[in-house]
C-alpha cells in the first residue's frame, strides 16, 4: 500500500494485464469499478463489473501527473 503524493489517498500500485503499465489503484471497493485486481494484476472488465478504479480516474490533481500525448506526424 501506498499513498498518492498529490491527495494523500490510500492506493496500491497493479499491472496492467493488457499493456504491463503500473497503474494506481484506489483501496476502496468501488460499485462503478472497473478493475479486478488479484496479486498485484489488474483486469480491465466493464464499468461496475470490476470491484476497483483506478486512482487516475478519483484523483482531485490526476492531470498533474498525465504525460502529454505524442501525437504521430
Known amino acids: 500500500m501506498s499513498m498518492c503524493k498529490s491527495c494523500g489517498a490510500e492506493i496500491e500500485w497493479a499491472i496492467l494485464k493488457e499493456s504491463g503499465k503500473r497503474v494506481p489503484v484506489d483501496m476502496q471497493f ?24 483506478s486512482h487516475f480516474a478519483t484523483c482531485p490533481n490526476a ?6 500525448r505524442r501525437v504521430p506526424a
Open 63 to 68: 492531470a498533474k501527473h498525465r504525460k502529454p
Open 30 to 53: 468501488s460499485l462503478v469499478g472497473n478493475l479486478n485486481v488479484r496479486d498485484g494484476i489488474a483486469v480491465v472488465v466493464a464499468s461496475g463489473s470490476g470491484k476497483r478504479v
